[in-house]
Structures are given as structure tokens and as C-alpha cells.
């Protein structure tokens, strides 16, 4: 019944997942984490970035290329999208948290909808070298497309690492997280630095898309898995934590690859969700919160 | 307020005597099916409203509930053949009892996180029923109707009397929620947790309250669904669509009164229906998500809100006060 080649195997498999799990919630940790935007949206805007990916594949384009070439315009996306949440919502100030939590549920419905209107209900994929085939290891078989989905997320997660520590616009994003009243004191635009980041989150979400069609077919209603995914990662590795978020997708990768195994398919789902109302139980700063 | 309550009952007893009426005369069965799902939502949002609208806790997990009670219905009639009352009560009891829990999550959890794990408790108890043999697992199962109580003639106006009964009681309770002191507190609770408990509000006991309340009526809502389509299966007894509804329902109508989560599901769950019918399905959820949208960022205070807005400038007008 156990056998510990298929707990390595699992274990193995888990982490290549992990690391995907926290690419596709790199976004939203910074997003969520970081600027205090309930972005519930975030899962639907992903998949929106895996259906144009789709588009772009479907002319020849490498996918991860299509994912590159679509940031600078989920960039401006996701600036047009703070702005108006701001204009809206944070400006007036009172109540935001319910209206915004339910204009980003509308948004999350309306992009689910739009991509069905225009795709259809039915599963669609890419193809590219690496899709379909995978690297022999011993007794193992690991797919390659996940091994290109390690290898991206561990690039974007370093990228990001980089970026809010080493440059003046990445440490002034930390700061609006940390004390956004200081920095209106000190003169700086706390709103431009916002809309700022959340293009930056956006834009990564673009990549999560791409990847998101690599690892698997992709259909409209797939945000809604996600949803739980992505905020669990988020909440256990404590808001807007980048190493965190690793870490998390880690946690959550092994799990559910475990859970898959031991279990079977039908309790995979409700792995992300266990573990999220765990953790929002528990201790709800997350692991490494600040 | 004059005369407080006496126009309230007096409306509640004519809505149910006009669905009794309608019951009487209508002999075309589709209208009952159709009308019943408007009704559920007025439920639904109505006690989504309890929480969200009063207490400002943002509960995406309607669904979790809904199905809940759902199930619970469906064990009973399945293990012991229970009369459809027992049924409900004993629906409301399990969600309400969920409600006690989602409750006592409040203790750590807001705003977003609150609404969160709730969405979690719609996708774990889904996986239970799921994986759970005796109730068909995620192949759903067969009900066989037994045969109408007394004085109904089909078991379909039955289901839509009772929903419209149900409907009844439960604005009722929204209403004497709002209207007593324990509304006021939630409503304190909503605009500032904080100053509410530190001017000895009981924040806790009043949330667990409203949130056993709401999931109790939510639960209780879901308990005549598996009659009603004669079958149960967990993707679309757990559909997200409820929670949207309902939330939606609350959010469109207006919050702040009872009357709105009414008016909001009626609206919104009607023209769901005629749109469904008429073009097709996705544009029935496009609809609900444009609106939502539409009326948070443009009318916050929901349709109650433009209305009144609207009979305050009427009078400027010149018309005589």
C-alpha cells in the first residue's frame, strides 16, 4: 500500500508544482501582500493572460515568449485597473472593503464570462517543444513542461526579490506597504507608486498565464480553483513576502501532490482550501509574516 | 415611525395569501417552477444580507451553506423517508451550525480573509459529498417525489408556497434584526469594530449571531432544492452561482433595509431568468457581473438608495410636503 519510491516520486513532483504554485501567485502576493487590494480577480485576470497567450500561439509564437511580449500591455491593464479601483473605491474611503471585494467578484465574473463568449466552454492548449515530452530519471518521469515552469517561476521570484530590494521604485513599493502616511509626508505620491506596483503585478500575471497554459489545457471557469490556490500561498507565506511565497507554494505543492497520491483526484481540491482556513485559523499573519 | 410594524405584517400576509391565490388559479405548472427561484434567492439574499449588509462581513459562501442544507435534506429523506418539514429544520440546523463556526472565524478574520474562508468552506464541503458513496457521490442521485400534502393538488405549487412562506419569515427575521438593538450593534460592528467594542458592544456573541442566523435560513433555503429537481449532485448544488446571487441580490437591491435584498433578488434573479431563456446562459452571468459592478461603483446604496434619493428631490420640486 505506502511505498516510499512513490512518496519520493510525489514528493518530487510536488515541488516542481510548488514552485509553479508560487509563480502563479507571485502577482497576487504583491497585489494582495503588498498594496491591500483584495484582488479576488487576480486567478481570472491569469487565465485572460493564458487565453491570449493562446491567441499568440496559435501564429507560432513560443509561449513564454507570448507571456513576455504580453507584460508591457497587462502593465498599462493593470495601471487602467488600480486607477479605477482607486477612483472608486479607496478615494471615498468608507466601506471600500465590502463594495471593493464586490467589484473585484463582478470584474472576476465578467473576464470568466467575456472568455467564454469568445472561446467557448472547451479546453484549449499550446504547443511547443517541450509540451508533451519529459526528462527520464532513473525509475522517474518528470515532465518537461513543469521543469519549464520551475525554471520560469524561480527566475520570476528572483527577478521580483531583486527588484523590491536593490531599486529605488521597488524599495519605495515596500515603503507605501510598510507606512503609506509617512510617505505622503515626505512628499512622495503614494497613489502613483500603487498603481505603479500594481501594473508591475499585473504584468507578472501576463507570465503566471503563460505558464498556467503550459502545465496544463486551460479553460474559462479555471480562475475559480485558483482562487484558493493563490490565497492560500499568499496567506501562508505572510502578506507580500516574495521568499515566502516560495516557500508556501512549496507547502502546497508536496501537499496536494501527497493528497493526490494517497487519496485519489477527488481530494485534491480541497487541499488549498484546508489549508487556508488552517492557517486563517491558526495564525493568520502566515509563516513568514510581517 | 408610526405605527411601527402593522404595514409590515399586513404586506407579508397579503404576499402570502397572493401566492396561495396564485397556487389556487394558475394551472400551468411552469410558472411555479420558475417563480420558486426567485423566491429562493429573496432567502438566500436576504440572509446573506444579515451578515454582509448589517455587520459588513462579506460572505462568499453561500453556496457552502445552500448545499449543506441541501444534503443534509437528502440524507434524511434517503435514511428515513422525513416529511419535507423535518427536512428543513433539520437543514437549518446543520448550515446554522456552520454559521456558528464561520462565526467563530470572525474572531480572527476580516474583510477579505473572512470572505475567503468562506469560499474555502463551499470547495471542502463539496469534496466531502463528493467522495461520499450514500449520496451519489459526484454522480448525484435520483429522488423519487412522494405524493403532495392535502390541500395542494402538485407537489411543485407545494415547494412554491412553502418557498414563499419561507421567504416571508425570513424577511421577517431580517427585520427584527435590523429594527432591534442587535441591528443597531452589527451596524456598529460595521462601521467600526473597534469603537463598537470598546463601547461594550458584545462584537463576538452579535456575530456569531448573525452569522448562525444567516446560515440557518441560507441552509433551510437549500432543503426543498433536491424535491425540487427530483435530483442532487454536489458541482451544482454547491454552484457558485448562489453566492453570487445572493450577494449580488443584497448588493443591487441595497443594503442598508430590509426591503432592498427583496427587491434586489426579485429583480435580478427574474431578469436572470428571461435572459437565460432568451439569449443564453453566459450572458446571464455577464449580466449579473456588469450589474454588480455598475451599481457598487455608481449606486452604493443599491436601488433603495436611488429611490430615496429620488423622493428627496422630489418635494423641491414644489410639490407640497
Known amino acids: ?71 508591457p500591455f ?17 478615494k471615498r474611503g468608507t466601506e471600500a472593503g465590502v463594495r471593493g471585494l464586490a467589484f473585484f467578484f463582478g470584474l472576476a465574473l465578467i473576464i470568466e464570462v467575456g472568455l467564454i463568449l469568445g472561446f467557448g466552454v472547451d479546453q484549449r492548449m499550446v504547443e511547443a517543444r517541450y509540451i508533451g515530452r519529459s526528462l527520464a530519471l532513473g525509475e522517474m518521469r518528470i515532465p518537461m513542461r513543469m521543469l519549464v515552469a520551475f ?25 507605501v506597504a510598510q507606512d503609506e502616511p509617512a510617505l505622503r509626508l515626505l512628499g512622495a505620491n503614494p497613489v502613483r507608486i500603487k498603481q505603479w506596483a500594481f501594473g508591475i503585478a499585473t504584468a507578472v500575471t501576463a507570465l503566471s498565464g503563460a505558464m498556467l497554459i503550459i502545465v496544463g489545457p486551460v479553460e474559462p471557469g479555471l480562475d475559480r480553483v485558483y482562487i484558493g490556490r493563490t490565497f492560500a500561498v499568499v496567506v501562508l507565506a505572510g502578506l507580500g513576502s516574495m521568499t515566502g511565497t516560495v516557500a508556501a507554494g512549496l507547502i502546497l505543492g508536496i501537499s496536494e501532490s501527497i493528497v493526490l497520491m494517497q487519496f485519489g483526484a477527488s481530494w485534491a481540491p480541497a487541499v ?10 491558526l495564525r493568520p499573519q502566515g509563516l513568514f509574516g510581517r | 415611525m ?55 462581513y462579506v460572505n462568499f459562501g453561500t453556496a457552502a451553506f445552500f448545499g449543506l442544507g441541501a444534503y443534509t435534506a437528502v440524507v434524511l429523506f434517503k435514511s428515513l423517508g422525513a416529511p419535507l418539514a423535518v427536512q428543513i429544520l433539520a437543514a437549518a440546523t446543520m448550515s446554522g451550525l456552520l454559521g456558528f463556526g464561520a462565526g467563530l472565524l470572525t474572531l480572527r478574520l ?123 449532485e454536489p458541482a451544482s448544488t454547491f454552484e457558485l452561482n448562489y453566492s453570487i446571487g445572493a450577494l449580488a441580490g443584497a448588493m443591487i437591491g441595497g443594503t442598508a433595509h430590509w426591503l432592498g435584498p427583496v427587491i434586489g433578488a426579485l429583480l435580478l434573479s427574474s431578469l436572470q431568468q428571461v435572459v437565460t431563456v ?44
Open chain 2, 2 to 56: 408610526k405605527a411601527p410594524g402593522r404595514p409590515f405584517w399586513i404586506g407579508a400576509a397579503v404576499a402570502i395569501g397572493l401566492a396561495a391565490l396564485l397556487a389556487g388559479t394558475i394551472r400551468y405548472e411552469y410558472f411555479f417552477y420558475a417563480a420558486y427561484i426567485p423566491l429562493t434567492f429573496v432567502v438566500l439574499a436576504t440572509a446573506w444580507n444579515i451578515l454582509g449588509g448589517y455587520a459588513g
Open chain 1, 151 to 175: 525554471g520560469v517561476a524561480v527566475a520570476l521570484t528572483a527577478a521580483l526579490t531583486l527588484y523590491f530590494s536593490r531599486t529605488f521604485t521597488g524599495r519605495a513599493i515596500k515603503a
Open chain 1, 74 to 90: 497587462f502593465f498599462l491593464l493593470g495601471m487602467a485597473i488600480y486607477r479605477f479601483y482607486y477612483e472608486a473605491f479607496e
Open chain 1, 272 to 281: 488549498a482550501f484546508g489549508l487556508l482556513l488552517v492557517v486563517l485559523g
Open chain 2, 278 to 321: 432568451t439569449i443564453s446562459n453566459e450572458v446571464n452571468v455577464l449580466v449579473v457581473g456588469v450589474l454588480l459592478v455598475v451599481f457598487v461603483v455608481a449606486a452604493p446604496e443599491g436601488i433603495l438608495g436611488l429611490l430615496t434619493k429620488l423622493r428627496r428631490r422630489a418635494p423641491t420640486r414644489g410639490a407640497p410636503r
Open chain 2, 110 to 232: 476580516r474583510g477579505i480573509f473572512f470572505a475567503i474562508a468562506t469560499v474555502a468552506l463551499i470547495v471542502i464541503i463539496q469534496t466531502v459529498f463528493i467522495n461520499w458513496r450514500y449520496v451519489g457521490g459526484a454522480t448525484g442521485v435520483q429522488l423519487l417525489r412522494p405524493a403532495p400534502i392535502a390541500p395542494f393538488t402538485s407537489y411543485i405549487k407545494m415547494l412554491f408556497v412553502l418557498m414563499a412562506l419561507m421567504a416571508v419569515t425570513a424577511v421577517a427575521i431580517a427585520r427584527y434584526i435590523e429594527t432591534s438593538w442587535i441591528g443597531r450593534g452589527l451596524r456598529a460592528i460595521r462601521d467600526s469594530e473597534e469603537a463598537a467594542e470598546a463601547s461594550g458592544v458584545p462584537t463576538l456573541k452579535l456575530k456569531v449571531f448573525a452569522c448562525t442566523v444567516s446560515g440557518a435560513l441560507m441552509g433551510a433555503a437549500g432543503a426543498p432544492m433536491p424535491m425540487y429537481l427530483s435530483f442532487v
Open chain 1, 1 to 71: 500500500m505506502f511505498s516510499f519510491d512513490l512518496l519520493l516520486e510525489a514528493i518530487l513532483f510536488g515541488i516542481l508544482l510548488g514552485c509553479f504554485y508560487a509563480a502563479v501567485s507571485i502577482g497576487l502576493s504583491v497585489a494582495f501582500g503588498l498594496l491591500d487590494v483584495p484582488h479576488v480577480a487576480h486567478p481570472a485576470v491569469m487565465v485572460f493572460g493564458a487565453y491570449c497567450t493562446y491567441l499568440l500561439a496559435r501564429y507560432g509564437w513560443d509561449p513564454i515568449v507570448a507571456g513576455l511580449v504580453l507584460m
